[in-house]
């Protein structure tokens, strides 16, 4: 079974800049997709960034250049740090892990940005 734990969120201020934390457990394949989408009131669940196992990144248009993805695979471990966040970054943030057939995903974390 696999679990994604993630954390980091919070209330933050226009321009400020905020650090979301997965942690991923139990059965992971070496080669898999680890990603952040996130989820506003009243909105579809959208894909944020994405990283694979062997190093690609792909960003929503809308974060280019604001937000970075990495992770440590030794900790089975995903980041998004996110800088000059906008109002409208406020969602609750998830982890997504895909491997094999399957899609994991953690239990969300609130961003709030306040303008």
């Known amino acids: 079974q696999v679990q994604l734990v993630d954390s980091g969120g919070g209330l933050v201020q226009a321009g400020g800049s905020l650090r979301l934390s997965c942690v991923a457990s139990?059965?992971?394949?070496?080669?898999?997709?680890m990603a952040w989408y996130r989820q506003a009131p009243g909105e579809q669940r959208e894909l944020v960034a994405r990283t694979s196992s062997v190093g690609s990144t792909n960003y929503a248009d809308s974060v280019k250049g604001r937000f970075t993805i990495s992770r440590d695979n030794a900790k089975n471990t995903v980041y998004l740090q996110m800088n000059s966040l906008k109002p409208e970054d406020t969602a609750v943030y998830y982890c997504n892990l895909g491997q094999g057939r399957r899609e994991y995903w953690g239990q969300g974390t609130q961003v709030t940005v306040s303008s």
């Open positions: 139990g059965t992971i394949f070496s080669i898999n997709v």
